[in-house]
């Protein structure tokens, strides 16, 4: 496992499209405390999967055509890798990372049912 | 519920109370007021299976949804699957027009007659319909739609929430035993509502005089405000979406039910 250098995930596009994109959701800036929160879990995933949250995104998208389209491989081993993370770090940490992706414009949704 | 409220408290709900069965006899009027809707020479094309989520096995329950709505089918705890049957047509051969003759809702007043159906009707119209897939389907989903439409609006009539879903027909098929010649329509996913019931307000539309003419192609329906008031005033024209605190809601609701945000 290569070591992940966090302030390039706190500075990388696609995080910065995911924090932009929980403040327009919510109509509100984020915490201090709770935008901190949210990006020690995303290290964490990231640490997990080896991979930076651009290279995450990335995988989960293709290009056919000149068509930007969601990958249905990538999206799903990396809704795999969320529900094993989960195992570990709880739903909260999982669904943090979820709505990375969400944000990013990978739809994905969790199972109710696996509560 | 006054007619009107129910026509405009209707939301399309994606936050049921996943704990909270449908009582049955619930179900039973959902599909009474399918039954009995209007449909194109009498033909009855809806068909329909009502399943409980919690009788599927769990495999199946993954299967069947699509992705845009997996998490509506994990929050729902029934399921409508409606289908057109493709067939009811060719094989009733017109009786159930001879039936609306019978009882005097097709009458000799408007040229109806059993020897018009049998000699007419059915074998000059229906029957090449039917051999025609682009007028069957057509028929089939129109008339599906109406009486679906009526199943949906009883359910807020009875204080469930509701949502018209698309569901992977092959795998519904295989686990519920579909036939071929029922066409997937689809499904209605019934609960009660973990929303308010406002939903966050009546969703937006586009403006009445985009999508209706009066008189010809291009000449806008004109809006009387005179009838919007009264619209309102009875319930069916409804605050637009978005309420002021919808977005609080829907992260109490995400929370609430572990989803994320």
């Known amino acids: 496992m290569t070591t992940i250098d966090h302030a390039a995930i706190d500075h990388s596009t696609a995080v910065d499209v995911w924090l932009r994109g929980l403040e327009a959701q919510w109509g509100e800036p984020i915490p201090a405390r709770e935008r901190r929160a949210k990006l020690e879990i995303l290290h964490r995933f990231c640490e997990s999967v080896d991979k930076t949250p651009d290279q995450v995104v990335a995988e989960c998208l293709l290009t056919k055509n000149g068509v930007r389209r969601i990958s249905s491989k990538g999206r799903r081993l990396n809704a795999q890798a969320i529900d094993a993370y989960q195992e570990s770090a709880g739903l909260t940490a999982a669904n943090t990372v979820r709505s990375f992706l969400i944000h990013n414009g990978i739809f994905l949704q969790t199972s109710v049912q696996k509560l | 519920v006054e007619f009107f409220q129910v026509l405009g408290r209707r939301r399309s709900i994606r936050y049921f109370q996943p704990w909270r069965p449908v009582e049955r006899e619930k179900i039973q009027k959902i599909l009474e007021a399918a039954r009995i809707a209007s449909c194109a020479v009498n033909a009855s094309y809806l068909r ?167 008189g010809r192609y291009g000449e806008p329906f004109r809006r009387d405000p005179a009838v919007v008031a009264e619209l309102e005033a009875v319930g069916m024209l409804q605050t637009p979406a978005p309420l002021p605190w919808r977005k609080a809601e829907v992260r109490a609701l995400a929370r609430m039910l572990g989803l994320p945000e």
């Open chain 2, 48 to 214: 329909g299976v009502v399943v409980n989520r919690d009788d599927l096995p769990t495999e199946t329950l993954d299967r069947l949804k699509t992705p845009p709505a997996a998490t509506n089918y994990d929050l729902a705890p029934t399921y409508i699957f409606f289908y057109g049957d493709t067939r009811t047509v060719a094989e009733k051969r017109g009786a159930p027009l001879r039936e609306l003759v019978d009882v005097g809702a097709l009458n000799p007043s408007h040229g109806w007659s059993h020897k018009f159906v049998d000699e007419l009707i059915f074998p000059q119209i229906l029957e090449p319909m039917t051999r025609t897939p682009e007028r069957l389907i057509r028929a089939v989903a129109i008339d599906c739609g109406v009486a679906m439409c009526q199943a949906l609006l009883t359910a807020y009539e009875l204080g469930l929430g509701a949502c018209f879903s698309s569901f992977n027909g092959d795998v519904v098929k295989e686990a519920l035993g579909i036939p071929d010649h029922w066409l997937q329509m689809y499904a209605l996913l019934l609960g009660y509502s973990a929303e308010s019931w406002e939903a966050g307000g009546q969703r937006p539309r586009p403006p009445l005089e985009d999508l209706f003419c009066e």
